[in-house]
């Protein structure tokens, strides 16, 4: 249920009263609090106001995160989005989305469906400038948290060795959502020393061989991808690199039965358009098409043995908190989440850390396997 007091907020700053009202039933609006701070996120988009976008009781508004356009022939995909306009080539880091925010007094670190994550609240303090905040309370620093040990993602990009790091891409304003030009945004994070995604330079569509020389690049260096992006921000489009379509494979694989089957349709399609673009033949062809097979095959088949011999589909991952209460708060934030983890393992790292092991169990996954062994036929 969402409290009068935000049903009236949300009229205010401009929610359509009807809108409102069906959001509200099927809660596609919700009510949360973290350490007093109540807030609404939004599930649904709602007129200018989109998913994950939050409004604190304050009266403040952070937008959702817009969705990127993904392209996937990448010369046609270029022409079509850009036409003749120049663009900005940055590395798309694999990581989760966080738009850091200042509401009050507090710094807060908002997940890309709005929850306030507990966990990179925490610990963006090691990475972000806060004076950035002082002078400018009305912009929001939206990035990628990336690393081994992280708490939503399996693997992190190679360049983080240990822990967990921010690297920013995108600049907005709190009300509206609007995007600071890209150079405005470069000025600024280096101004503050606030952590950049790694930035490639203005291209153009007349540049094509050099984009192909960088995707292939970035593949080699086991990267995810690029992000482009015209200079005001109007534009933008994305594509990723083959290995980072057969990686997202091999860690799907191994929970095959948790997700769609789009999952695994979506990343062999562009990993086949990626062969045709670039006539991808012979041996390396073969190259291509075995990585393709063990990826979606090699964790499936070891799943299967893990349950025929009794045990559980499940993940193991660690993250470093400055407070074991952190830990607790993760905890109760994935059963908000509808998922169940557990804490395995707490150890002093003895210089103002300690690293957490937590365990999640897929269930579904384990259930499915289960019966299947058993012999259940359908
Ligand atoms: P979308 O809704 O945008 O399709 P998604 O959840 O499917 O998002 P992805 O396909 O991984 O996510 O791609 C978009 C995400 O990439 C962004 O939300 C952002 O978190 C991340 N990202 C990493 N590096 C960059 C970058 N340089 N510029 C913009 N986004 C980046």
Known sequence: ???????????????????????????????????????????DSAKGFRRGTVVFENGEVVLGFSHIKRVVQLENGIKRVFKNRPFYVEEKVDGYNVRVVKVGDRVLALTRGGFVCPFTTERIGDF?????????????????????????IVEGPPYVMEDIRFFLFDIQDKGTGKSLPVEERYKLAEEYGIPQVERFGLFDRSRIDDLYGLIERLSRENREGIVMKTPDMKRIAKYVTPYANINDIKIGSHIFFDLPHGYFMGRIKRLAFYLAEKHVKGDDFDEYAKALGKALLRPFVESIHEVAQGGDIEEVFTVRVKNISTAHRMVTHFERLGVKIHIEDIEDLKNGYWRITFKRVYPDATREIRDLWKGLAF
């Open 128 to 152: 972000v400038n806060f004076e950035f905040f002082g002078d400018y309370p009305n912009l929001v620093l939206a990035g990628e948290m990336a690393g081994p040990e992280s708490p939503y």
């Open 1 to 43: 249920m969402v409290s009068s007091y935000f049903m009236s907020l949300l009229l205010k700053i401009g929610v359509p009263e009807d809108r409102l009202l069906v959001l509200e039933g099927k809660g596609g609006i919700v009510e949360d609090e973290f350490e007093g701070i109540k807030y609404i996120r939004f599930r």
